[in-house]
């Protein structure tokens, strides 16, 4: 596994991570002790829950915004380049359905002969950027077993 931890840029992450874990819990508890969980409450919980992880989970979804934040914009035949087994039909949807999300743009270029431009908007840098927090907690458990 790739050594994040070695990388002086990601060490304010376990600052984050830190700080934000004691806000998260109390909103949590307050959750919990203020929202009545009956059978109906938590299936729906568990089911927005699990779309989540299935978007965050399904193929290609991570990979294609993470050639986006390293590129900061790259055309579909440039995405397929650095995809090298992905399908031209399935990076069509899958840049569809992160478009209809509102985490990547499409601009049509003006050029010769015309090309369309797939750039992270505000909300999936935001998501990499989140992502990136998550991943490293996650990193640092399986470090520590």
């Known amino acids: 596994m790739m050594e994040l931890f070695k990388f002086d840029e990601f060490q ?23 929202t009545i969980h009956d059978d109906k409450r ?49 990076l069509s949807d899958c840049l569809k359905q992160l478009q209809e999300l509102g985490l990547i743009t499409r601009t049509v270029q003006d050029t010769r002969p015309p090309s369309v431009l797939y750039e992270l908007s505000n909300k999936g840098e935001g998501f990499v950027e989140l992502s990136l927090i998550l991943i490293y907690y996650l990193a640092d458990i399986s470090r520590k077993k």
């Open 42 to 90: 938590k299936i729906d919980e568990i089911r927005f829950f699990l779309g989540i992880f299935k978007f965050v989970t399904k193929k290609w979804n991570v990979e294609i915004l993470y050639e986006l934040e390293i590129h900061k914009g790259l055309t579909f035949n440039d995405i397929a380049r650095h995809l090298e087994r992905i399908s031209s039909r399935t």
């Open 12 to 34: 304010p992450f376990i600052e984050i991570i830190r700080n934000s874990r004691p806000i998260i819990r109390k909103a949590l508890d307050k959750h919990f002790n203020e």
